[in-house]
Every structure is written in structure tokens, then in C-alpha cells.
């Protein structure tokens, strides 16, 4: 019986520690995943995917190794400077610099 509640506890903190670790930050960084074109341009489209825990940008045929920033919920490149991508929910649009350095909406 004691081994019995041992090995309860046990699955228990092990469940927890993994529903703890799969936070939303994962789902966050999802919203950022898929094909974008710029608004203000007509660039060719932008892909944003995971390549094993690297985040790649890929426009024509060049490619770029992004950063998931959690605290402030953006994805950060060098290009020249640092380069700030945030998702705006509200129409799901992406903004560079803040939408100073142009929109992007999805592909779909």
C-alpha cells in the first residue's frame, strides 16, 4: 500500500512537471509559424518555421535563424540590427519593428 501511494505520488509530480513545462509559450510561438506577405510591398513571401528548436525565416533563398523572445512574446533577427517581429491577435498580423518596418499578413 505504501508502495502503492509512493508510486502515485510520483506520477502525480511527474505529470505536473511536464503539463508545467508545456506552457503557453509554445502556443504563443506557434501564432508566428506559416507563410507571410508583406502589406506594404510586394516582396515574395516570408516562411517562418521550427527546424528542431531553431526558428528559421526564409525569404527567396535566403535564410535567417530567429529568436523567441518569452518575455515579450517576439521573435528577434539580425539583418544590419536587431529586428523585432510581434503577432497582433486582433488581425493576426505580424508587425516588424513595431509596424514602423512594415506588416505581414498570413498566407493562406
Known amino acids: 500500500m505504501k508502495n502503492l501511494a509512493l508510486s502515485l505520488a510520483a506520477l502525480t509530480t511527474f505529470v505536473i512537471m511536464i503539463t508545467s513545462s508545456c506552457d503557453s509559450s509554445s502556443s ?21 518555421k521550427k527546424e528542431g528548436d531553431a526558428i528559421i525565416l526564409i ?3 535566403d535564410t535567417v535563424v530567429a529568436r523567441y523572445d518569452k518575455k515579450s512574446n517576439t521573435l528577434k533577427f ?12 486582433k488581425n493576426d498580423h505580424l508587425l516588424v ?12
Open 28 to 48: 504563443k510561438l506557434n501564432k508566428f509559424m506559416g507563410t507571410w506577405k508583406r502589406i506594404d510591398k510586394t516582396d515574395d513571401n516570408v516562411i517562418i
Open 59 to 61: 525569404v527567396k533563398k
Open 78 to 89: 539580425w539583418a544590419l540590427s536587431t529586428v523585432t517581429v510581434t503577432y497582433n491577435e
Open 97 to 108: 519593428n513595431n509596424g514602423k518596418d512594415g506588416e505581414a499578413k498570413r498566407v493562406k
